[in-house]
């Protein structure tokens, strides 16, 4: 499937009335997206496990949303298959003490995936220009010099992250960018359902709501994000999630796609360590072993 029309062109003003919630694509019904998440998750299996074993390249992948657009859900379905071994995925909460005392990417620098890992950022340093631009009063308590704070942070912050990715992907990251874009109303629905359902009671937070009613300023955090930080080396995807299922198959696809443009292929040996395997395999079929002795 194309998934351009979902792409946040980089230099372009982006508005989120383009892009519908709703949007599914070619899929007709759920079960159609579910086959082809299904045959996504075999091939992502597959790729991740030469992407390990070449141990080049990693892949960053970045999940920004409003409060129960499905993140968590795209984690547990889309990355159902992986290995264990060679994936992370970090939830970045309210900054700690520690984290406070360092520059806002520091946290994040520490956890970006090493060299043939997939790493996951359940949100990510993109909070600096969503959330602290919607409450501006967290910047008080980052400690950064007054003279530093002025009319431009946002500006400034924007060139700091663009510089920062593309420093990681000219290192070998690869940064997937995804937006889970759920509408007011898809927002509300779910909202209620974790209220109404004992077993997602613990789902919900009554911050939740109060973070509703900046809806508006958020969005438009949201817009400028897109037009100032969906660059060449790390586009945004603006990923309709008024449909959990279409989300997932969407995702997924991208992701085995961007993986599978890579290149990526199994170590090969050169001829000395080729006949040291030749010989390693004679002495194990005609020799005897410590352990067989």
Not at 92 to 110: C, G, N, Q, T, V
Not at 282 to 290: F, I, M, R
Request: aromatic share 10%.
């Amino acid at each position: 499937m194309n998934y351009d029309r979902l792409l946040a062109p980089p230099g372009k003003t982006i508005k989120l009335k383009d892009y519908d919630p709703e949007y599914t694509g070619k899929f007709s019904s759920k079960e159609d997206a579910a086959e082809k998440l299904g045959s996504d998750i075999v091939k992502m299996a597959a790729l991740q496990d030469v992407l390990y074993a070449q141990n080049t390249y990693s892949l960053l992948i970045i999940l920004q949303a409003m409060d129960a657009a499905g993140k968590d859900s795209v984690i547990k379905h889309v990355m159902s298959g992986v290995n264990p071994q060679g994936c992370q995925a970090v939830s970045f909460k309210i900054p700690s003490a520690e984290e406070l005392a360092h520059d806002y990417l520091w946290r994040s620098m520490k956890q970006v995936p090493e060299r043939g890992r997939i790493g996951i950022f359940n949100r990510s340093y993109y909070e600096e220009v969503l959330v602290v631009r919607v409450h501006p009063e967290i910047l008080q308590n980052q400690r950064i010099p007054r003279a530093l704070v002025g009319k431009d942070i946002w500006k400034e912050r924007f060139e700091q992250i663009n510089a920062f990715e593309k420093y990681l992907t000219r290192n070998g990251t690869v940064i997937l960018k995804f937006f889970l874009n759920v509408s007011n109303k898809e927002q509300k629905k779910r909202f209620l359902e974790r209220i109404d359902t004992p077993e997602k009671n613990w789902k919900f937070s009554s911050s939740d709501v109060r973070e509703r009613g900046f809806w508006k300023d958020y969005m438009r955090a949201y817009e400028d994000v897109f037009s100032n930080t969906s660059t060449p080396w790390a586009p945004w995807h603006i990923i309709p999630a008024d449909r959990k299922w279409f989300t997932r198959a969407a995702v997924a696809d991208i992701i085995v796609k961007t993986l599978g443009s890579l290149g990526l292929k199994y170590p090969t040996l050169d001829a000395d360590h080729l006949k040291g395997l030749k010989d390693d395999r004679k002495a194990l079929v005609e020799g005897q072993t410590p352990a067989e002795e």
